[in-house]
C-alpha cells in the first residue's frame, strides 16, 4: 500500500503561481511513477503531468505544457507540482497518483486506470 496526501492548494489570481506537494508513504516511494491529475465540476479526470522513478522522464498534458513543472525528491518520498501563469480553466481539484514504472506504462501513463494509488486531492481555484 501507498498512502499519498496532497497539499499546496488555494486560491490564486489568474497569472499567479501555486506549488503543490504530494507525500508518499508507505511501499518504496522510488519504484513508482508518480502523476498529477485533475478534476472540474462535471469534467472527466483529466492527466496533467507524469514523472519517472528516476524523475529522467517527465510528460505534460497539452493544457499545461510549458507552465507545469513536475519534479520529485525521493530522499523526501514527495512529489511536486510548479504551476505557473494560472489561469481560470486550472481550476480544479488535483490529484496525485502512483503508477508502476513508466516504461512498463507505454502510452498509458495519461489514463486515470494506470495509476494504482491515489490521493484525497487538493483544490486549486483561479480567479479571473
Known amino acids: 500500500q501507498v498512502q499519498l496526501v496532497e497539499s499546496g492548494g488555494g486560491l490564486v489570481q489568474a497569472g499567479g503561481s501555486l506549488r503543490l506537494s504530494c507525500a508518499a508513504s508507505g511501499r518504496t516511494f522510488s519504484s513508482f511513477a508518480m502523476g498529477w491529475f485533475r478534476q472540474a465540476p462535471g469534467k472527466e479526470r483529466e492527466f496533467v503531468a507524469v514523472?519517472?522513478?528516476?524523475?529522467?522522464?517527465?510528460f505534460y498534458g497539452d493544457s499545461v505544457k510549458g507552465r507545469f513543472t513536475i519534479s520529485r525528491d525521493n530522499a523526501k518520498n514527495t512529489v511536486y507540482l510548479q504551476m505557473n501563469s494560472l489561469k481560470p480553466e486550472d481550476t480544479a481539484v488535483y490529484y496525485c497518483?502512483?503508477?508502476?514504472?513508466?516504461?512498463?506504462?507505454?502510452?498509458?501513463?495519461?489514463?486515470?486506470?494506470?495509476?494504482?494509488?491515489w490521493g484525497q486531492g487538493t483544490q486549486v481555484t483561479v480567479s479571473s
Open positions: 497518483a502512483a503508477a508502476p514504472p513508466l516504461a512498463s506504462l507505454g502510452g498509458s501513463y495519461n489514463r486515470p486506470a494506470s495509476y494504482n494509488y
Open positions: 514523472i519517472s522513478w528516476s524523475g529522467d522522464k517527465t
